[in-house]
């Protein structure tokens, strides 16, 4: 059994029925959750083994799952030694604000009023993106989210059709003002969005006095209607640097420009933003899509009425789209050492690992919180405090950018040697689903001997590694790199 997809079976419940039965006053639910987010390292500091090993399972007995319970015993019997560490600090500054860590609501609901983002400051976020105001005051759809499924994944990817605040600009600007006199050590950036170059400025000013740290401007909403709103912004260099310095001219803090995916070079606006006066850079916004069609009814998923509109795609899904624009923009000469907020796809703390080794020193995340809550904000900011003792990085800057030297051009790569699998014969199930993507979508080299189990033929494979992608159980690793007229 693989702990992790084990912890991925739990439902990640409010209120954990395991926890309340532990006679021994352990958090089974925590520890659980902890492995569920790629946190295995802290996950100890939940459940002891030694006890939990001699224990009568009641964390198990108590389970709720609508199948079967959570072998929660067995993953806590398979946890790592490694003892929980409250260190190194992970402060860092950003744009010239000090934050006290890198992890911050993005734009969007999970950010959208007093309440929940006074509740995400007290669980430990660092800072709040507050949900774009303007001066329109939207009338939403419903339904307006849907997500994408994949056999027992039930949320890949997310679609969502909400707009800017539903709040007017008056009542945001007083939430603004009570959270900045609640909680003066967060910060608060404020996310604007105007139709013309008053707008833009006062916006900008009146955030600026009711006290944001910082301005983002988002010039990437996918789903926002009329001329010179969102990504339509975005995509027009001309205008990100026009309004760009509109906003930088009203204030005195600084400003980040928020960057559409919805393009192919994504560090061309983000030059214009620059060149207009921001102070950063924030990518990636949601992806314009639509997620799939009743094919029953002729109708979308997330029907309105019958209708559906393009609009904005985020989740996991999207994470691989989104460090590349990152590494574009961070390997940009034109963009050197202006700092990043990288946003797409992330969930737990190695994602956001990735998207500050690419450069970012900023981590934004909505959809996440979305789906499991603020509380995940426990294992992003542990998890990657573990990983940096492991890895002797002694702060969030020095990691930055890190893996950037590693992401080349096409033509660069080595294409002179190859890497061949290897089969683990004692964990090979017999399957023969490595077989049957080699031959239908490989390069027939995959071959099954007598007893059923596969073996390859060096004198075809080309080490593309399908095989091992669509091995169940890990059974074909890697061998050593070998010039490529060396057989196995």
Not at 355 to 361: R, V
Not at 405 to 426: N, T
């Amino acid at each position: 059994m693989k702990i992790s997809e084990e912890a991925a079976r739990c439902l990640l419940c409010n209120d954990p029925k395991c926890t309340s039965a532990c006679p021994n006053g352990f958090d089974p639910g925590r520890a659980v959750r902890a492995v569920r987010f790629e946190n295995s390292e802290c996950a100890g500091e939940f459940a002891d083994k030694a006890v939990c090993a001699s224990c009568a399972g009641f964390c198990e007995k108590a389970c709720i799952h609508y199948d079967s319970p959570v072998r929660i015993k067995e993953v806590v019997s398979r946890l790592p030694e490694n003892e929980y560490t409250d260190s190194p600090d992970l402060c860092i500054d950003f744009m010239g604000v000090k934050c006290e860590n890198p992890f911050f609501l993005s734009s969007s609901i999970v950010a959208g009023n007093y309440e929940m983002c006074a509740r995400a400051f007290e669980m430990g976020w660092a800072g709040a993106v507050y949900k774009t105001i303007g001066f329109i005051k939207p009338e939403e759809t419903s339904p307006r989210f849907d997500a994408i499924r994949k056999e027992s994944t039930p949320f890949i990817g997310f679609k969502n059709l909400e707009q800017i605040s539903d709040h007017s600009l008056e009542e945001n600007l007083k939430i603004l003002r009570r959270l900045k006199k609640d909680f003066p050590t967060k910060v608060l950036i404020v996310s604007i969005m105007g139709s013309n170059d008053n707008e833009w400025s006062e916006l900008a000013r009146l955030s600026e006095d009711a006290g944001a740290d910082i301005i983002e401007c988002n010039f990437s909403c996918p789903q926002m209607v009329g001329e010179g709103l969102g990504s339509d912004v975005g995509e027009n260099p001309e205008l990100v640097r026009h309004y760009t310095k509109c906003v930088k001219d009203a204030v005195k803090i600084p400003v980040l420009a928020k960057m559409t995916p919805n393009i192919s070079r994504m560090e061309v606006p983000a030059v214009a933003a620059v060149q207009g006066g921001a102070d950063g850079i924030a990518a990636i916004n949601t992806i314009k899509c639509i997620t799939g069609i009743d094919i029953e009814k002729m109708t979308p998923y997330n029907s309105v009425s019958g209708k559906t509109a393009v609009s904005g795609y985020s989740g996991k899904a999207v994470k691989p789209i989104a460090l590349r624009f990152i590494s574009d923009m961070a390997r940009c000469a034109e963009l050197k050492g202006i700092p990043l907020s990288g946003i797409g796809g992330i969930e737990t703390w190695r994602d956001a690992a990735e998207f500050i080794s690419l450069g970012c020193t900023n981590i934004q995340i909505t959809t996440a919180v979305m789906q499991y809550g603020y509380r995940i904000i426990d294992d992003l900011i542990s998890g990657l405090k573990a990983y940096m003792k492991r890895k002797c990085i002694g702060s969030v800057a020095e990691l930055a950018g890190a893996a950037l030297d590693a992401v080349s051009s096409p033509e660069e790569l080595d294409r002179v040697s190859i890497v061949y699998p290897k089969f683990d014969r004692s964990k090979c199930i017999g399957c023969g689903r490595c077989y049957i993507s080699c031959t239908d979508g490989g390069h027939q080299a995959v071959m099954l001997s007598d007893d059923g189990l596969p073996y390859v033929d060096g004198t075809r494979c080309v080490g593309c590694h399908l095989c091992s992608l669509v091995c169940p159980v890990g059974a074909i690793g890697k061998s050593k790199r070998v010039h490529r007229n060396r057989l196995l």
